[in-house]
C-alpha cells in the first residue's frame, strides 16, 4: 500500500500481520502513525488491505491521540461505542462492553468518570473501545507513550494476552517496548519498510541472540543504516 503527502510518502508497503504481537518501529516521522490510519482505513492511499478471506478487515483501532469525554464513566463512553458500531445483524450492547472491560481489568472501574482515571487507565480505556466489535485484529498506536513505568509494564502484560487471541500491530519507538512483547516486527525509515520478520532474525542483523532492549536498538540502527527494503 501506499501514501503520498506533499512532503512524505509512505511505502510501497507490502507486509502480512499474523496472530501475535507485532511491534512497527520506527523513528519520529517514519510513517507508522500513516501505515496504521492505511490499515485501519481511515486514510485514503493506493493498495488494498485484505484479511485472511480477502475482505477488507474492520480493525480495533487506538488512535494516537485518544480522548473520551471526560464527564462519564467509563461504561457509558463503552456502551455509546458499542451503540455507534451495532448493525442490525450484530446489536451490541451491556455484555459487550462487560466483557471489554474485564479485558482490559478495568471492570473494577466501570461507574469511574473517565476524567478520573489515571493515563494509564485512560490508555486501557481506549484498548478495550478498540475490542467493542469483536475484531480479530487490533491496531494500537503508541500505546505506552507517556505512561510511568509500572502503567507501561501493565500494558505490556495486557498486549502479550491480547496476542493470543488476536492480530496486535502495535507502534512504537521504544525498543523495550519492542523486547518485552513482540513476536515480529516492522521497521519503517523514511515511509518504506527495511526489516520485516521474527524478532529473533531483527537481533541476529546485530549479530547477537539475545532479545533485549539494547540488541534490537543495535539492530534497528543497523536495518536503519543500510536503507535495504524488506
Ligand atoms: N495529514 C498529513 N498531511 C501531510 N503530511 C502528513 C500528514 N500526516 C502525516 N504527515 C507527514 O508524514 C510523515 C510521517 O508521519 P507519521 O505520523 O506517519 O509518522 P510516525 O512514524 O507515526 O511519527 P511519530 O512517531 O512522531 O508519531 C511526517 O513527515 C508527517 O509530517
Redesign the pocket.
Known amino acids: 500500500m501506499t501514501r503520498a503527502?506533499?512532503?512524505?510518502t509512505?511505502g510501497p508497503v507490502s507486509t502480512t500481520f499474523t496472530q501475535g504481537v507485532t511491534a512497527l518501529l520506527?523513528?519520529?516521522?517514519?510513517?507508522?502513525?500513516?501505515?496504521m490510519r492505511r490499515i485501519v482505513g481511515a486514510e485514503s492511499g493506493g493498495g488494498t488491505v485484505t484479511d485472511e478471506e480477502g475482505h477488507e478487515p474492520s480493525p480495533g483501532y487506538l488512535p494516537?491521540d485518544f480522548t473520551a469525554p471526560k464527564q462519564l464513566t467509563a461504561t457509558d463512553y463503552l456502551r455509546f461505542v458499542a451503540w455507534c458500531r451495532s448493525t442490525r445483524r450484530r446489536p451490541l450492547g451491556r455484555a459487550d462492553v462487560g466483557r471489554a472491560l474485564e479485558s482490559v481489568d478495568l471492570t473494577s472501574k466501570a461507574r469511574s468518570k473517565v476524567g478520573a482515571l489515571s493515563g494509564g487507565m485512560l490508555r486501557r480505556l481506549g484498548v478495550a473501545q478498540a475490542l467493542i466489535g469483536g475484531s480479530r485484529i487490533l491496531v494500537l498506536?503508541?500505546p505506552t507513550v507517556g505512561l510511568d513505568p509500572i502503567q507501561r509494564g501493565e500494558l505490556r502484560r495486557l498486549l502479550k494476552v491480547l496476542g493470543r487471541t488476536h492480530v496486535v500491530i502495535v507502534?512504537t519507538?521504544l525498543s523495550e517496548d519492542v523486547a518485552a512483547v513482540a513476536e515480529s516486527v516492522s521497521v519503517?525509515s523514511g515511509?518504506r519498510l527495511v526489516f520485516d520478520g521474527d524478532l529473533a532474525g531483527l537481533v541476529q542483523i546485530a549479530g547477537r541472540t539475545d532479545v533485549t532492549a539494547e540488541s534490537v536498538d543495535l539492530a534497528f540502527s543497523r536495518v536503519v543504516d543500510s536503507g535495504v527494503d524488506a
Do not use: I, M, R, V
Request: proline share 5%.
Open positions: 503527502y506533499p512532503a512524505f509512505l520506527g523513528a519520529n516521522g517514519a510513517g507508522k502513525s500513516t501505515l494516537q498506536d503508541e507502534s519507538h519503517l515511509g
